[in-house]
């Protein structure tokens, strides 16, 4: 299913005297007043051109190009592709409007993730970085020919502005995942180091290395306001820029002659298409009728039901559109029906209980989408992080220490989603979840729904879905019937994309389809996912509004996990008390990607396990 990720960048020698006269007045070592409190400590400086979590690197200091990429692709052609409804904004970093698809294609990091490894990272706009071995800071070295679209260079105020800038002015995402960041100082022109407030966060330097970096030069010149949505073009470091568009309609990206990362080995092989463009669609339906009409030329199909039933057209059948399911590696992390537990409604475990118990997963899963999905029962699906079984070693003791204060059921039983034989028969879980709102204290009403006789709670609640995803209705509509049987009265409402974003922005919803993403390696997003100072806090990705002192000491666990082994073993911790919560009815997943494009296009013949690389790695044929 389709869901809205809420919130995922010539004057040379004008620049050449300035730089150079500030080279000679910085000491020889820019580190060399920064680091005697290192030196003090006999900690080793690391100065390498790539850092990675946990491990090892696989790229060594001399690699050429990544190993899933063709270094030798042509560059040209256009790449077309479908756009999400409808957009208003070009500035997608702060809390207003629907951004435009494919804004990230304008700006490039200090740092580039690779794709087949499970957290690394190597020199993109820093061609080097220092830190010391407790990682309580990190130095970056940004290249001397890093240039934004109007030819001024990419300076170390850039980066100090745009860290301070969206901390300040831009989702409330970016104050959680960079909180630990103390301090960040422009050493000069072309040095920048980050310090932190602690020692041991491993992730914390990767996480400022992957921060998109904006031009100060741009932003500050006026009628240029960042705190406002805006439709001009921006100024960018990346790979394309913004040609031509029709708001809400149609936009354009044009790739930047001579651009000054094409022979990095980080982008070696990558960004072939000379031109990248987006048609928005309102329908789905429409939009895959398009496709086969030629109109655009790849699609990424989020739903079994057409994916199974409507590629039936001429250029499927013939092999003009080649239709594709490709397996990855991702982690599948967690899509659900959530609920907002700052509404009363939802703050009783025992309604939470029997919510679940009304779905009838197996039935939909036939009748919606022939049997496609596997039904998720983790916030970490499909990765080594998701809790199985009972805990045991050193996941038990960690949860031990919180015995009381987390429900017993996490050291008793494993999570699972109530299930069904899939007959549409759902009666032994119904009357499971009546039982649960009655052993609570929950009575029938003359109007046949359940209220809570000492708090007057009625269980009634909306369920808001933006048109995009009106798909999720008919997975919703036998759900509501059976929600209707133990009492609980569902509506549904379907809104525009703007109102919906709006409307998640500050919380106003009772019951969403919300989707937490997770790598590899998880990190510092928790904070944003599940930290009690994001409840309140509107635009945080706290949809579930959860404020647990457990639930916050162990992602801080997670955070300072010093090894691989006790990252994993915290993120299950994590998992189990989230699971039993019961703060969401799970949906599903697939660990693949399906996909429908036309054969116009080649690609590498290694596959990168965590990203389909269609934008960025693929190319047109020749004719």
Known sequence: MRFIALFIVTAFALFTAPLAAAAQDAPKDPLQAASIQDKNTAQHINKVNAIAMHGDLKYGKNFTHFD????????????RLSGAETFDTFNAFIPKGVAADGLGLLYISLLEQSQDEAFSMYGSLAHSIEYPNDRS??????????????????????????????????RPFYKAYYANVKDVTAIDDLTV????????????????????????HYWEKEGNDFTKTTLTPPVGSGPYTIDTFTAGRTITYKRVNNWWGDDLPVYKGRYNFENIIYEYYRDQNVSLEALFAGEYDFRQEYTAKLWATAYEAPAVKDGRIIKSKIHNKLPQGMQGFAMNIRRPVFQDLAVRKAMNYAFDFEWSNKQFAFDAYTRTRSYFANSE??????????????????????????F??????????????????LRTAKKLLKDAGYVLGEDKVMYHPDTGVRLEFEFLVSNINAGFERWFQPYKKNLERIGIKANIRIVDASQYVNR???FDYDFIVASWGQS????????????????????????????????????NKIVQAPTREELVINTRALDRVLQAGWYIVPNWHLPAWRIAYWDKFDKPDIQAPYSLGHVDTWWMKAK
């Open 68 to 79: 899933y990429v063709n270094p030798n692709a042509p560059k040209g052609g256009t790449l």
């Open 137 to 170: 800071w990190i130095v970056f070295h940004i290249r001397d020919d890093a240039r934004w679209h109007d030819g001024q260079h990419v300076l170390a105020d850039d980066v100090v502005w745009t860290f301070n800038t969206l901390i300040e002015q831009g």
């Open 193 to 216: 180091k980050f310090t932190f407030d602690q020692a041991g966060n491993r992730e914390l330097p990767l996480i400022v290395g992957s921060l998109p970096i904006l031009p100060k």
């Open 385 to 410: 992080m998701e809790a199985t079984g009972l805990p045991a070693g050193k996941e038990l003791k960690i949860l031990q220490a919180y015995k009381g204060n987390i429900p017993d059921e996490v």
């Open 412 to 429: 008793t039983t494993e999570f699972n989603p109530p299930a069904t034989d899939g007959s549409g028969t759902n009666r032994d879980n």
């Open 504 to 506: 998640i922005l500050a």
């Open 520 to 555: 590899n390696s998880p990190g510092n997003e928790q904070r944003e996912y599940w930290g009690a100072d994001k409840a309140d806090q509107p635009g945080s990705r706290n949809y579930i509004g959860i404020k647990d002192p457990v639930v916050d000491e162990l992602v």
